[in-house]
């Protein structure tokens, strides 16, 4: 399209990489294989093919090229120091973050390669000899090739060795005895159809650092073999959805006749923390799993519930409506729960819209200093306002609901109508309802929030321990 439109080919290229960009989750299976493509195949072309363009006569028989390359180095490398410098002080910057800046930013490669290109293949006139007169000369496609030599070079060792003095630093100011959060994902897999989706969940709400899942198909003690063989493959497409995303997912097959129960039995065995949920997409909230839901699931008190509805693909949705309620920041589990809510927004890309009394905004608004995604801040009075503003979902909108169970300081008794609602009005759409922690165990090392929005001492110690 762009060479139709009379353009280099190469603008469409990065047209339709930031039109696809937002598309692709960084947690997703997809995105571990275009990585791996583009590592395992174009990055080695690349390097390749700039080696072929390379004229080593050129410097040797002429001093206009060099002359011409450090002019370039000057120029590109020069201005990207003179742009850290600036940025540092602007933003007040360490003198490490500095220098990774420079580092990142360095580096020109392709970019400058294909304009150059572009340039070295237009043709302006002829000299007196009849050859042909380009717009830049081949002094300067190889003094390119020199740039991208140094500047790649340049890059790779500021970076490497910025960053290492980042993350020591990072780790001394660690205070002694904060012991490291565990974090155990379970996937409640019954139903074949929403084993995938439930998988790009928990890619989605997990840490980085975290390389593994849980999952578990419970099948009725009377059951035949042929509920056997279907635990096996729903299982069996667990496995595969989450290693194409590089990550070990271990299947689990409990025997039991109560599904909840079974599942809390491998919730103790395995030091579950966070437990999904999935409800089969167009059905909604049925009698049975509400029962399953208050006399089963929220029965686990110091795990972090949540309950997945999904329509489409995660990828496909450009905004989640937050609605947290009033307190809510007083509960053990809440800083746990905003961190799975945190992770959405930076692995899906989705910008995220949190609607909240302002005590608890304000806390957010903290958050969003030290861990940024693209997010926006509402205060709302009442549930009705909440309700009002939930009805005006748009096409490719999710919503999350921070819930609460009776006993927590967030729980008000119209939350039991909320499945209700969803069933009605939001079959079509996908939710997510999310049940933090009431009770701190050794499991999750959060000690407790806060007792007042004014207490940034405990936030910011939050902060450290989860967020980071």
Not at 84 to 110: H, V, W
Not at 268 to 282: A, H, M, N, S
Not at 290 to 305: A, E, F, S
């Amino acid at each position: 399209m762009a060479e139709l439109a009379g353009i280099e080919s190469i603008i469409g290229a990065f047209f339709a990489g930031l039109a696809l960009n937002k598309l692709i989750p960084h947690t997703s299976s997809l995105m571990n294989r275009v990585e791996f493509v583009g590592n395992a195949i174009f990055i080695p072309f690349f390097l390749i093919s700039v080696g072929m363009l390379i004229d080593f006569n050129a410097f040797i028989q002429s001093w206009e090229t060099l002359w011409v390359a450090s002019i370039m180095l000057v120029a590109s490398i020069g201005g990207k120091y003179v742009a850290t410098i600036l940025t540092k002080k602007t933003f007040r910057l360490t003198n490490d973050e500095g220098q990774l800046i420079f580092g990142l930013s360095s580096a020109s490669a392709a970019a400058t390669l294909a304009s150059v290109m572009v340039g070295y293949n237009i043709i302006i006139g002829e000299n007196d000899a009849g050859e042909p007169i380009r717009l830049l000369n081949e002094h300067v496609l190889n003094g390119s090739i020199l740039l991208i030599l140094v500047s790649c070079t340049i890059s790779s060792f500021v970076s490497m060795a910025s960053a290492q003095r980042i993350a020591q630093a990072e780790k001394d100011n660690t205070v002694s005895g904060d012991s490291k959060e565990k974090e155990n994902i379970l996937l409640a897999v019954n139903h074949e159809a929403t084993v995938e989706k439930m998988v790009n969940l928990g890619l989605m709400v997990k840490t980085a650092s975290n390389k593994q899942l849980y999952a578990v198909n419970v099948i009725n003690e009377d059951a035949n073999e042929s509920s056997e063989k279907n635990a096996e493959r729903i299982l069996e497409s667990a496995i595969k959805a989450a290693s194409a995303a590089d990550v070990e997912l271990h299947p689990i097959t409990r025997h039991d006749n109560d599904t909840a129960g079974g599942i809390s039995n491998v919730i103790k065995e395995k030091d579950i923390t966070d437990l999904i949920v999935g409800l089969e997409g167009g059905k909604g909230f049925s009698a049975s799993f509400v029962y399953n839901l208050y006399n089963g699931y929220l029965r686990n008190k110091n795990i972090n519930l949540m309950v997945y509805h999904a329509v489409q693909p995660a990828a496909t949705i450009k905004r989640y409506l937050v609605f947290i309620p009033a307190d809510a920041e007083l509960d053990a589990g809440f800083f746990h729960s905003m961190l799975r809510i945190w992770n959405i927004g930076r692995n899906s890309g989705a910008k995220m819209s949190f609607y909240g009394k302002e005590k608890t905004l304000n806390i957010l608004k903290r958050i969003a200093k030290k861990a940024s995604i693209e997010a926006t801040f509402d205060v709302f009075e009442n549930w009705e306002d909440a309700q009002q503003t939930a009805l005006t979902i748009e096409e490719n909108e999710g919503l999350i609901i921070m819930m609460g169970d009776r006993g927590m300081h967030s729980y008000f008794s119209r939350m039991r109508d909320i499945p209700d609602l969803l069933n009605l009005k939001f079959r079509n759409n996908n939710y997510m309802l999310i049940y933090p922690f009431s009770k701190t165990t050794s499991n999750n090392t959060e000690k407790r929030s806060v007792s007042s929005h004014d207490d940034f001492a405990e936030i910011g110690k939050a902060i450290r321990n989860i967020f980071k």
